[in-house]
């Protein structure tokens, strides 16, 4: 399917897709492609819909139709999605090569086809925590964020807060998405509600949108970089623009897993006075996550320096042992 949809700004009509896929699908393995499959594969693929004169039209992000058309040839000029196989076992094709090093793909091309093959694949991407279902995203919203992100146009958004409010037709310059687990977010700039004249940086999950419309103004995006904001730690939910020095007592083979995937560049791990744990210091970044990764590391993890974040997550062990007594 996907071999069929061209780079905007050319196009194919629905109409015209259906009957190329259904003289490729053998006899007996013909099956209807409803609108809501293609509204699906809008939603999921990023793909630009128009109007060409001949009913509604689809073409595929330029950079999606780069990255499909480069990944075939690292497959000797062999598609990787074949005649039979579902979208979904096609894309996980797609997404599992995308995360291997550009080295391991160069020159192998029938290894890496076997590896990441849609009906057998040997490659898997799994959760390092327990995995979550993805939530709901509104049929639509995906293929105008990005619309609006390609054409630098502003968005009018209905979404819902956290604690239920509704924030109704709000203005904003789309930005950036992130995927943060099974979550995507919009990063957008809208004017500071508590200082008029300024904007504010803030990210909004997909799944709260329940209206989009892309407006004919443009976005508003004032020196904003994308590496920028992920340099700058924003989307971790920092506390405070501090680095913190840590220093962590490590029991059992923790040591060896922050050995492989270390907190930070200057991390050091060393033998302590006690032989059932080791010694680790680190500069890491001043954050939620920071708490959050250190209370479900449990009773693994001791913090001992600096105190005050020792005494923080005291009183949040503290505070949860109560409700199991």
């Given amino acids: 399917m996907l071999g069929h949809i061209p780079a905007s700004p050319a196009s194919i009509g629905h109409v015209e897709l259906l009957k190329k896929l259904g003289r490729e699908t053998r006899q007996g393995e013909k099956r209807k492609l409803q609108r809501h499959?293609?509204?699906?594969?809008?939603?999921?693929?990023c793909l630009r819909q128009g109007d060409a004169g001949k009913g509604q039209s689809m073409s595929l992000c330029p950079n999606l139709r780069q990255a499909l058309d480069l990944r075939e040839r690292a497959h000797n000029g062999k598609a990787l999605?074949?005649?039979?196989?579902?979208?979904?076992?096609?894309l996980q094709a797609e997404v599992l090569l995308a995360g291997l090093p550009d080295e391991w793909l160069v020159g192998r091309p029938e290894t890496i086809r076997q590896l990441a093959h849609p009906a057998d694949p040997l490659v898997a991407i799994v959760s390092?925590?327990?995995p979550r279902l993805s939530p709901e995203i509104?049929?639509?919203?995906?293929?105008?964020l990005a619309e609006a992100l390609a054409k630098n146009q502003k968005l009018e958004l209905t979404y819902t807060l956290f604690d239920g409010r509704v924030r109704n037709q709000e203005p904003v310059s789309p930005l950036a998405l992130l995927k943060r687990g099974p979550m995507f977010y919009l990063v957008c700039r809208k004017p500071n509600s508590k200082q008029p004249g300024e904007f504010a940086l803030r990210e909004i999950a997909l799944c709260r949108i329940s209206r989009i419309?892309?407006?004919e103004k443009p976005a508003e995006r004032g020196d904003f970089s994308l590496q920028a904001h992920l340099a700058s730690n924003q989307p971790y939910f920092l506390r405070s623009?501090?680095?913190?020095?840590?220093?962590?007592?490590?029991?059992?083979?923790?040591?060896?897993?922050?050995?492989?995937?270390?907190?930070?560049?200057?991390?050091?791990?060393?033998?302590g006075d006690d032989p059932d744990s080791c010694m680790l210091t680190a500069s890491v970044m001043d954050s939620d996550m920071l708490r959050w990764w250190l209370l479900a590391m449990g009773p693994q993890v001791e913090v001992l320096e600096p105190?005050?974040?020792?005494e923080e997550i005291r009183n949040m062990l503290q505070?949860?042992?109560?409700?199991?007594?």
């Fill in 241 to 271: 623009d501090a680095t913190l020095a840590i220093k962590l007592r490590v029991f059992g083979n923790t040591r060896h897993h922050l050995s492989d995937t270390p907190l930070a560049a200057d991390q050091l791990v060393y033998d």
């Fill in 128 to 130: 390092e925590t327990y």
């Fill in 307 to 310: 105190v005050s974040l020792r």
């Fill in 213 to 215: 419309v892309v407006l």
């Fill in 319 to 325: 505070q949860a042992l109560g409700r199991y007594i």
């Fill in 37 to 45: 499959t293609l509204t699906m594969a809008n939603n999921q693929l």
């Fill in 138 to 144: 509104m049929p639509g919203v995906f293929p105008a």
């Fill in 81 to 90: 999605v074949e005649p039979g196989n579902s979208l979904a076992a096609a």
